[in-house]
């Protein structure tokens, strides 16, 4: 009796262990959902490669006919000689690999099946005592569910190449340039080994190792009847070359992967903005780019270009190459966070003119100057060649992008406005308290993306009207968001364009001067970390970062001869068989010369800056301060560091004028010297300098402290 409850009760085991997996079963359709695979077009239908997954691998997935025989037949013979005999496990080689474990108390040989394999990569199942087990269970049920060729499709598509390289079409491509149809017996048996070890096995990096295991995998097939002899040594002499880095996989790389995240699935190939043959032609004028320029430490770069009608990017370079891993080339240099020098200028004009806080006629002083910033810290700006021009015209300023001049237009608009404008115009990643910036906004004191900045010149190029960037070609295009007046937007595009305004400082006939009308900005941020340049016609907009993702400074490559080249390339090519449209004109009245507000602007500036040159026959005037300043005090009482808090007053004078300085009617000094250090407190403060003869006077107010985290002073608007 009980011998009949044991026999059934084994009965009754073994049909669930034959039942239970064909009860959970895994079918074919599941190996492979169509939500991990998504093809990508270029805007004409071109392929630009299928990403299998999202996370930055380089994966793309064919069917079975389209791999070579001899490939098929060697994965057989180096991962499962009795694929097509066996079920989900192998039990002979299991129970053969079981002995020899406990013979030598050490691990001979292993047992994985190709479907065990499939199942680990398919349920992301670990090696461990706990994960082999599942991966039995899991084989099992995918036997019961799906065919044998369906699961070697599944396997040759997923399993590991070495690097980021995932099946055998991406490491056909990779490493030989072929597809895998056209794999050879010596390249398949090569590839068929590198995924019993990834690391170790990857031909870039140890190719004596590959070419052992290669051997090895021969070897094995010769044993199986597969190949004879003679193809065995053949195939083992064969010289095999690997083909060297490149993307010719997939164009795009960093844009694909983002995509992937992101985009539905579906079986119909998702169709991109990008144009192929533009996006190669950029990426090959980068590498020479970047290559001439490589004795200055210069390693990387990034580009968009973009149509300004629909904000289609119809180019996205990341980086030189996505694969090269000596220079980092999976950062994506559109995306990444960088300063942006002087390219933000175009925006403080537009919207000084629009707030008439300066007019398209107003001289400017590029002289000498003095701002407070936080930590009770003096800015004095300099221009990028360290001289300064005295007083210029807005047009002159921006064209040349003049520091001083810059500086001067901020203090006057004030940081805050100024920043929320530039949150307006899409710069979503300058997240900090407007004191963090402070005047040093306008040269690139925050860090934002060559994404971004591309969006802000697409909406300068459509005169104030913003519309998103696209990327997908079907998507649809939201209406445009005017932001400000397209008047002194087209003003702004005016003097962009205007090469003789900018020859001050480029001369002409720099690689930004273009054979047709084109708007350009370059910029460098401190200490020679980024280059840009951006710019744009009525219908395209081109912007271009070059540096080093590490930040490492380059050798004084400045913006226009940094990421100047590549734009210059990258514009022409645009335009080799036809001239671009003009731009529209700004109104007539914008463009004059003179206006009495100018020239009164121009006489006090040009005193200021005959004095700043030396010539001490100028009147007595207050160069620091200026009239209605506003300062936020930025410590309490009792701080440690109060002590340290002050104003530095600085005037010019005769030189043999000795003057007395009054605050709020009180007197501070009598001297010859052109600065008093005043210790700052909150108040409205009148300061007056006289000389016996002629006097100025300025007034400002300085607010106690709101909580930011800083110590120090911030000029908060004028």
């Known amino acids: 009796m009980v011998r009949r409850a044991s026999l059934l009760l084994l009965i009754v085991v073994l049909c669930a262990a034959v039942a239970l997996p064909h009860a959970f079963a895994v079918g074919s359709r599941d190996l492979v959902p169509a939500s991990t695979a998504i093809a990508f077009t270029d805007r004409s239908g071109i392929p630009l490669g299928t990403v299998i997954s999202s996370n930055s691998e380089r994966a793309v997935a064919v069917p079975l006919d389209g791999v070579s025989p001899p490939f098929l037949s060697a994965v057989i013979a180096a991962e499962d000689r009795r694929f097509f005999s066996h079920g989900g496990v192998d039990w002979i080689s299991a129970a053969r690999a079981g002995w020899e474990t406990i013979r030598c108390a050490c691990v001979q040989s292993g047992a994985s099946t190709i479907d065990m394999q499939v199942a680990r990569m398919h349920f992301g199942l670990g090696n461990g005592l706990r994960g082999k087990l599942l991966q039995i269970w899991d084989a099992e049920r995918i036997d019961a569910g799906s065919d044998k060729r369906s699961i070697l499709n599944a396997y040759v598509n997923r399993a590991a190449m070495g690097g980021e390289v995932y099946g055998v079409e991406a490491a056909a491509r990779t490493y030989f340039g072929i597809p895998a149809e056209d794999l050879d017996l010596a390249q398949a048996a090569l590839l068929a080994g590198i995924p019993n070890d990834p690391v170790r096995l990857d031909p870039r990096t140890h190719w004596q190792a590959a070419r052992a295991r290669q051997r090895y995998v021969l070897a094995r097939m010769q044993a199986d009847g597969m190949i004879t002899a003679p193809q065995a040594l053949v195939a083992a002499r064969e010289n095999i070359h690997l083909r060297a880095r490149d993307t010719s996989l997939a164009a795009a790389q960093q844009l694909l992967f983002e995509l992937a995240a992101r985009v539905p699935r579906g079986d119909a190939p998702v169709r991109t903005t990008i144009d192929l043959p533009l996006q190669r032609f950029v990426q090959a004028q980068a590498q020479d780019v970047v290559a001439a320029l490589s004795s200055h430490n210069v390693t990387q770069t990034g580009a968009l270009v973009v149509e300004n009608r629909t904000g289609e990017v119809l180019a996205y370079l990341g980086s030189l190459d996505y694969f090269d891993d000596a220079y980092l080339g999976r950062n ?3 995306q990444a966070l960088r300063q942006p020098g002087s390219t933000l200028k175009p925006f403080l004009y537009e919207y000084a003119l629009e707030q008439q806080a300066i007019t398209p006629q107003t001289i400017l002083a590029d002289v000498p100057s003095s701002y407070a910033i936080p930590n009770g810290e003096i800015y004095s700006p300099e221009d990028y060649d360290r001289r300064f021009s005295g007083p210029v015209s807005v047009r002159t300023a921006l064209a040349n992008s ?10 006057k608009v004030g940081v805050p406005p100024f920043l929320a404008r530039l949150h307006a115009l899409g710069f979503q990643h300058l997240t900090r308290a407007p004191e963090y910036y402070g005047l040093g906004l306008t040269l690139g004191a925050g860090e934002v993306t060559l994404w971004d900045l591309a969006h802000a010149y697409v909406t300068l190029a459509r005169n104030g009207n913003a519309i998103p960037l696209r990327t997908i070609a079907d998507s649809p295009q939201p209406p445009g968001e005017q932001i400000g007046d397209p008047d002194y937007w087209k003003l702004v595009t005016n003097i962009l364009s205007d090469r003789y305004a900018r020859a001050q400082a480029f001369g002409v006939g720099s690689v930004i001067d273009m054979p047709f009308p084109a708007a350009v900005k370059t910029g460098t941020s401190s200490g020679y970390r980024d280059t840009w340049t951006v710019g744009y016609t009525p219908e395209y907009t081109v912007a271009v970062w070059v540096g080093n993702f590490t930040g490492a400074p380059m050798q004084r490559v400045a913006g226009v001869s940094g990421a100047g080249p590549l734009w210059n390339r990258i514009m022409l090519h645009l335009y080799e068989r036809r001239d671009p449209p003009r731009f529209a004109a700004p109104p007539k009245a914008f463009l004059a010369t003179s206006s009495m507000r100018s020239v009164a602007d121009r006489s006090a500036q040009y005193d ?11 009147k007595l005037h207050i160069l620091f301060p200026h009239n209605g ?7 309490a009482a009792g701080d440690p560091h ?15 004028a000795t003057v007395a300085w009054t605050l709020n009617g009180q007197p501070l000094e009598h001297g010859s010297g052109d600065a008093y250090y005043w210790m700052i407190r909150p108040g409205t403060w009148m300061l007056r300098v006289s000389d016996g003869g002629a006097s100025d006077r300025v007034r400002f107010t300085v607010v106690p402290r709101v909580r930011h985290g800083k110590r120090g002073f911030v000029l908060l608007a004028r």
Request: net charge negative; charged share 30%.
């Open 642 to 656: 109060r002590s340290e808090q002050q104003l530095a007053f600085r005037i010019s004078r005769p030189s043999d």
């Open 402 to 411: 003049l520091n001083v001049p810059a500086v001067r237009v901020l203090s």
């Open 332 to 334: 994506d240099g559109v």
């Open 629 to 635: 300043d506003l300062f936020e005090d930025t410590l």
């Open 608 to 618: 200021e800056w005959r004095v700043q040159q030396g010539d001490t026959t100028g």
